[in-house]
Nanobody
Framework: HVQLVESGGGSMQAGGSLRLSCVAS??????MGWFRQAPGKEREGIAN???????????GYADSVKVRFTISLDNAKKTLFLQMNSLKTEDTAVYYC??????????WGQGTQVTVS
């Protein structure tokens, strides 16, 4: 069983930066990712990363966050990060981290609110 706890959300002016963290207790090899859900919209995947036998690779980014957001993983601390730069008002959403091995995400965090004005 994996437990995910996000932190780092908050309010920021457009153009600013935030870094989200997600501590993944019980996580081993597999996939981890960041998702977000804006009011009135469906949840969307924005960045994924995988680990296999000590190797970490980035699967990809959504077009809406490419160049501006960076996903990374401290595997020793089982902590996933999302560095968000050049924030836009349309980045306002609840951000979730999730893990899975195959198929859709299996475990979800509780979410952290990001508000850009």
């Amino acid at each position: 069983h994996v437990q995910l706890v996000e932190s780092g959300g908050g309010s920021m002016q457009a153009g600013g930066s935030l870094r989200l963290s997600c501590v993944a207790s019980g996580y081993s090899d597999g996939c981890m990712g960041w998702f977000r859900q804006a009011p009135g919209k469906e949840r969307e995947g924005i960045a994924n990363i995988y680990t296999r036998g000590g190797i970490t690779g980035i699967t990809g980014y959504a077009d809406s966050v490419k160049v501006r957001f960076t996903i990374s993983l401290d595997n020793a601390k089982k902590t996933l990060f999302l560095q968000m730069n050049s924030l836009k008002t349309e980045d306002t959403a609840v951000y979730y981290c999730a893990t899975w091995v195959y198929g859709p995400p299996t475990y979800w965090g509780q979410g952290t609110q990001v508000t850009v004005s």
